[in-house]
């Protein structure tokens, strides 16, 4: 997934993989920087280069909950 916002007057640019995280400022002078977190850690990312960080896994969301009495979705055939 790819998108791009406006953080602090820049356009940031931000590439999530499964495996990575990859944030940039591809409209920016190399010597503009913004401070940013990815999971609880400080960036700083400038308009030189951009910054590449692990994605951290996704803990397993346990078991599916119970639906309340008489919400059950009804389950489509399959014919």
Known sequence: MAFSLRWRG???RVTL????ARYELPDAAED???ELWH???SL???GA???TR????VPDPGPEPPSPP????????TD
Request: aromatic share 0%; charged share 30%; net charge positive.
């Open 10 to 12: 820049h356009r940031l």
């Open 17 to 20: 993989t499964p495996v990575e």
């Open 32 to 34: 503009a920087e913004v």
């Open 39 to 41: 999971h609880g850690e």
């Open 44 to 46: 700083r990312v400038t």
């Open 49 to 51: 280069e951009p910054v």
């Open 54 to 57: 692990p994605m951290p896994q």
């Open 70 to 77: 008489g919400r059950r979705p009804t389950r489509r055939s």
